[in-house]
């Protein structure tokens, strides 16, 4: 009779859609930062402790790997809003305000930061600019059903957030200059 493999001596395989989810969190930590044009897939590849060539069979180009990797921040983002939001209406808050919250919080992970503005700079590529749309799509539709806002209200609830995207990524929050203060007050009392 065959001895048993002791349990510390057995290897588990990882399934290509783990470490497609291996890499995607990987390559959101070396993506954001340098973008799609500016990131060599051996990069990602080395965090995702994997090679180049299995990076590939993973994601056929890097602009697929990049849309990938937008996707997964624009989930993100919809998760933590929607957690938000039924978070708000179980405790009796405004939705909108919670949303909006989720959304800053959000924006002190540079990850995330840094992925939506890569990704708005690589629009020029179609297949980007049509996960950018899909994206966008997603988070509209998605307050949409968690706020009973007008048209005007969900463009300004857009726009705040697009300000947000500004004021974190210039990290002007303690700048006591005038017009630092005037764009982050407002963005305090508008909510």
Not at 6 to 22: F, I, N, P
Not at 64 to 91: G, H
Not at 143 to 157: K, N
Request: aromatic residues 6%; negative net charge.
């Amino acid at each position: 009779m065959a001895a048993k493999p002791s349990t510390a001596s057995v290897r588990t395989l990882s399934t290509a859609d783990e470490r497609r989810e291996d890499v995607l969190r990987a390559a959101m930590k070396v993506v954001g930062p340098r973008g799609l044009y500016g990131t060599p897939t051996m990069d990602v590849a080395a965090a995702a402790g994997i090679s180049q060539a299995y990076l590939f069979r993973l994601f056929p180009t890097k602009t697929e790997l990049f849309v990938a990797v937008l996707e997964r921040s624009f989930q993100r983002i919809q998760d933590a809003m929607a957690e938000a939001a039924a978070n708000a209406r179980a405790e009796g808050r405004p939705v909108r305000d919670a949303m909006a919250e989720a959304y800053t919080n959000l924006l002190r992970d540079p990850e995330v930061l840094l992925t939506q503005l890569q990704g708005q700079a690589a629009a020029s590529e179609p297949v980007v600019r049509d996960e950018l749309r899909h994206g966008f799509r997603m988070l509209y539709e998605m307050v949409e059903r968690e706020w009973d806002a007008s048209p005007a209200e969900m463009q300004a609830f857009f726009a705040h957030g697009m300000l947000c995207n500004v004021i974190a990524a210039i990290q002007i929050g303690d700048l006591h200059e005038r017009w630092a203060e005037v764009l982050t007050t407002a963005k305090e009392e508008s909510r």
